[in-house]
């Protein structure tokens, strides 16, 4: 028995939505950083990019649990001296929840040229509605839940 390993003209990529309305923001960014990476599927190759297409909609309903809306900042620096600028997640989820996402995922992406392509994958949507009916995305219901559904069909328990 041989380990298959996927190469860059044999992966097929599947696109899934994520509804992250009512789920903790860093919990949705991590589903979406393995869908982006491929960690879901059984020929994952860690040096090959086999990852899936992403779609986060309801961006505006993520919830940041804890006092975080007030305590975390989103800062960037011109490399000017005096040239910090932040901004409160506050603000950002009252005016571009989609920034906040995309942020979230890139932070649990490999700082790497094969994972900045997979964020081109990525599509982010503060509202339920998305332009990407056409590809036919499916509902991930994936993580822990996923997992449970296997052993029961296995017949095994936790």
Known sequence: MSTTLARKDTVVRNWYILDAAGTPLGRTA????????????????????????????????AVLTGDKLNQKFYRKHSGWVGGLKQTSYKR?????????????VKGMMSKNTRDR???????????????????KPVAWTGGQDSNEKQDDKQGGSK
């Open 92 to 104: 950002i989820m009252e005016t571009k929840p989609e920034f906040a996402m995309t942020q979230a």
């Open 30 to 61: 991590t589903e979406a950083a393995n869908l982006l990476r491929g960690k879901h599927k059984p020929d994952y190759t860690p040096n090959v990019d086999c990852g899936d297409f992403v779609i986060v909609i309801n961006c505006a309903d």
């Open 117 to 135: 392509g997979a964020m081109k994958r990525l599509r982010v949507f503060s509202g339920a509605e998305h332009k990407h009916e056409a590809q």
